[in-house]
C-alpha cells in the first residue's frame, strides 16, 4: 500500500488574527495570553511531529505541493472575490466573511492549501498512490463561492474535485465530511449536483447554526445527492460506528464513486473546546477503516483525507496518528494516552439506545 501524506511547513505560518477564541477583541474581550483563534497551527505541526517521533512519517510517501492556478480557482470561486482577496493580502492582510482572519500573504497559503488537496487526489486518481493525507491548512468545507467562513479561506476540497473532473479523471465523486461542523460550503456548491455525492456527519446545531438539517437533500438534478446527518451532543464512539454503517456506507455503496473524499476534522473528539462529543482516536481510526473497505469495494481503493478541524493540541496529534497508522496498514502506534479514561466517559447503555434510536428516526427521514 502506498499512502501519500501532503504538508508544507508554511501552511502552519497562516495567521489566525486579533482574536480571543472566537471573539474579536475589544469592548471587554481580553486578549488571550496565547492569543488567536482556535484555528491555529499547533494541532497540525503537532500531528506531523508525533509522526516523525514515532517513525511512522518514514514509512509514508511524504510530498509537496504546488500552489493551485487561477483556473482551478475561478471554477468554484468568483473572480471578483478572488481579486478582493488578493488585493488584501498584498496590502498586509485582513479578513473577509465571518471569523476568517488572513496576514499578509494569506492569499498564497490560503492557494497552498488548496493545492495540497489537488496534488492529493491527482495522486491518487492517476494511481501514483493508493490512498493520500493532506494536511491542508488553512481549511476549507465552510467557505462559499463569495464568502470565507468559520477559519475557511478557499473550498479546498470543492477546488480540487473540480479540477479533476475537468481534467477528466473522474466522473463520479464522494465527499465524507465527519468534521464536527457542517460542511455547508462543500454542501452549498454542490447542491445542485448529480456526479457529486456529499455527506456530512456532524454535530446538530453547532456550527453554522442555520444548515444542516436532514431535510435538505438537495435541489434540481441534485437532488438526493446531499445527504445530512446532524448528531446529537453528547454521541461517543459507538453513535459514530452506527450512524457510518448504517447511513453512510449504504449511501456510498447506492452512489459507486469513482473515489472518496473525506473531509478529516477531529473536533467531534471528546477534549475538543468546539464541540460537545464524546469521539476518540479509536473512532477515527475505526471510520477510516470503514471508508477504506467502501473505497476497495467500489473504487479501486481510491481514498484521499483532507483535514480540517480539529482543536486540542493535545488529542489531534493522536487522533491523526491513528488515521494515517490505519490509511498506511503499518504496525507503527501511537498509543492514546486518554484511551482508558475516554472509554470510561463514553455515553452509558441506555443513552446509546437512544442514540440508536435517533438514527432509525434519521433513516426513515431520509428514505
Known amino acids: ?14 495567521a489566525g488574527g486579533d482574536f480571543a477564541f472566537t471573539l474579536p477583541l475589544g469592548g471587554l474581550v481580553q486578549p488571550l495570553a496565547s492569543g488567536g483563534l482556535p484555528e491555529n497551527p499547533e494541532t497540525k505541526r503537532r500531528l506531523k511531529n508525533l509522526m516523525d517521533v514515532t517513525g511512522l512519517s518514514q514509512q509514508l510517501h511524504n510530498r509537496n505541493a504546488n500552489p493551485v492556478e487561477w ?7 468568483p473572480e471578483a472575490f478572488l481579486r478582493k482577496f488578493k488585493e488584501k493580502s498584498d496590502a498586509g492582510g485582513g479578513s473577509m466573511g465571518l471569523r476568517t482572519p488572513f496576514a499578509q500573504g494569506g492569499y498564497e497559503l490560503a492557494t497552498l492549501s488548496a493545492g495540497l488537496a489537488k496534488d492529493a487526489l491527482f495522486s491518487v486518481l492517476n494511481s501514483e498512490l493508493t490512498n493520500a493525507y493532506a ?11 463569495d464568502f470565507p467562513n468559520g477559519f475557511c479561506l478557499l473550498a479546498n476540497i470543492a ?61 434540481g438534478t441534485g437532488e438526493g445527492y446531499n445527504l445530512n446527518i446532524p448528531l446529537p451532543p453528547g454521541g461517543g464512539h459507538e453513535m459514530y460506528l452506527e450512524a457510518m454503517e448504517r447511513l453512510v456506507l449504504p449511501t456510498l455503496n447506492d452512489f459507486r464513486p469513482d473515489v472518496i473524499i473525506v473531509a478529516c476534522g477531529y473536533d467531534a473528539a471528546a477534549i475538543d473546546p468546539l464541540s460537545r462529543m464524546m469521539a476518540t ?74 442514540h440508536s434510536e435517533f438514527i432509525t428516526d434519521l433513516e426513515a427521514t431520509l428514505r
Open 1 to 14: 500500500m502506498k499512502t501519500g501524506f501532503f504538508w508544507d511547513e508554511k501552511c502552519f505560518w497562516h
Open 71 to 77: 483556473d482551478d480557482l475561478i471554477r468554484v470561486h
Open 135 to 145: 494536511l491542508s491548512r488553512p481549511p476549507g468545507h465552510h467557505c462559499l463561492p
Open 159 to 219: 477546488i480540487a474535485v473540480e479540477a479533476a473532473l475537468a481534467h477528466r479523471l473522474t466522473d463520479r465523486v464522494a465527499i465524507v465530511d465527519w468534521d464536527v461542523h457542517h460542511g455547508n460550503g462543500t454542501e452549498a456548491i454542490f447542491y445542485d449536483r448529480d456526479d457529486v455525492l456529499t455527506i456530512s456527519l456532524h454535530q446538530e446545531r453547532n456550527y453554522p447554526m442555520d444548515t444542516g438539517d436532514a431535510e435538505d437533500r438537495g435541489v
Open 281 to 354: 482516536a479509536e473512532t477515527f481510526r475505526a471510520m477510516t477503516e470503514m471508508v477504506q473497505e467502501a473505497a476497495s469495494d467500489l473504487c479501486g481503493d481510491r481514498l484521499v483525507l483532507v483535514h480540517e478541524g480539529g482543536y486540542s493540541e493535545v488529542y489531534v496529534p493522536f487522533c491523526g496518528h491513528h488515521v494515517v497508522q490505519q490509511m498506511s496498514g503499518s504496525a507503527i502506534h501511537a498509543e492514546d494516552p486518554l484511551a482508558d479514561t475516554l472509554k470510561l466517559r463514553q455515553p452509558s447503555p441506555r443513552l446509546m439506545r437512544m
